[in-house]
């Protein structure tokens, strides 16, 4: 006979308990698991009625912990650490040489993948896996060792281990333009303004790009909306107008000249890109070394 399943309360409880009972707030707990309050509060009920005691005190639409729900929320908190830890030495040690890297779907196409070889050549032995995401790391659920994205999007608790500067200027098929090069920032309204937009957003934007020289940006512009930075880059590209292009992931295509620059003028964000380690994840040679690299290969450029 199963004792464990007899004397065990239900386990799809336990893990709504735990973060209600670190963040004392049912609302905050369905946040960071993304499920809705209702559910959370539904589990805990569940929770208490096998449990036959109060784990917390509702009062005035705010929770408390009980003395008892404080006591069982170390308890659950040590098992599902200790679980958390089993599994992710697990996961690892089939492929202790492997090193999981998330980035920013741009910055992996354009910036990460032409200098990747120089990271082989220099650890051999070392496997990378680069995954990429068009989303803030908030809301990547799979596992990563180290992610690259940029400075003003959601990080959640994953810690941060450094920043890195970047350039932000208009860019835009050489076909496009007819008049000679470089332009005024007067002269830029006749043509078609190509936007990015995320929510919340995180990049620098036509309207914050010309605030910066004293310029706004004509209400009656001509504009085309992208809600993929790559895709606004490919836009320009074909010729479809100017886009705001970051240096790292413009440079090749402005030294292949698929890009031109038109304009002189570029601002310098100096923490323009943040990378991070996994929460919890221990110190690896292996990642140890990718961090190493990144922030070599990042502050060469600043």
């Known amino acids: 006979m199963n004792a464990l399943g007899k004397t065990l309360p239900p386990l799809a409880s336990l893990l709504p308990f735990e973060a209600a009972a670190r963040l004392e707030s049912f609302s905050r707990a369905a946040e960071e698991l993304h499920i809705t309050q209702a559910a959370i509060s539904r589990q805990i009920r569940g929770l208490e009625e096998n449990l036959g005691v109060k784990l917390f005190c509702r009062r005035n639409r705010a929770v408390f912990l009980t003395q008892k729900g404080r006591e069982f929320g170390r308890v659950v908190a040590a098992a599902l650490r200790g679980i958390s830890d089993g599994a992710a030495n697990l996961r690892a040690s089939p492929h202790c040489n492997r090193v999981v890297l998330l980035c920013q779907l741009c910055e992996a196409f354009y910036w990460l993948m032409p200098r990747l070889s120089t990271f082989h050549q220099q650890y051999p032995h070392i496997e990378i896996q680069v995954v990429t995401s068009t989303r803030p790391l908030t809301e990547f659920n799979d596992h990563f060792d180290v992610a690259l994205q940029s400075t003003r999007r959601a990080s959640g608790s994953h810690p941060l281990m450094f920043t890195a500067s970047d350039e932000v200027f208009p860019v835009c098929s050489p076909a496009y333009l007819t008049a000679a090069q470089p332009l005024p920032l007067t002269e830029l309204q006749p043509y078609t303004f190509l936007h990015h937009s995320s929510e919340p957003a995180h990049l620098m934007e036509w309207d914050g790009w010309l605030q910066v020289f004293g310029e706004v940006l004509a209400s009656d512009a001509r504009s085309a909306t992208f809600d993929s930075y790559p895709l606004m880059l490919q836009a320009a590209v074909e010729g479809h107008g100017i886009a705001m292009g970051w ?28 990378v991070y380690r996994q929460q919890g994840v221990g110190n690896r040679a292996e990642i140890t070394a990718l961090l190493a690299w990144l922030e070599a290969q990042l502050q060469s450029e600043g």
């Open 247 to 274: 240096r790292r992931t413009a440079s090749r295509l402005i030294e292949s000249g698929a890009l031109v620059r038109p304009c002189a003028q570029s601002v310098h964000l100096p923490q323009a890109i943040s």
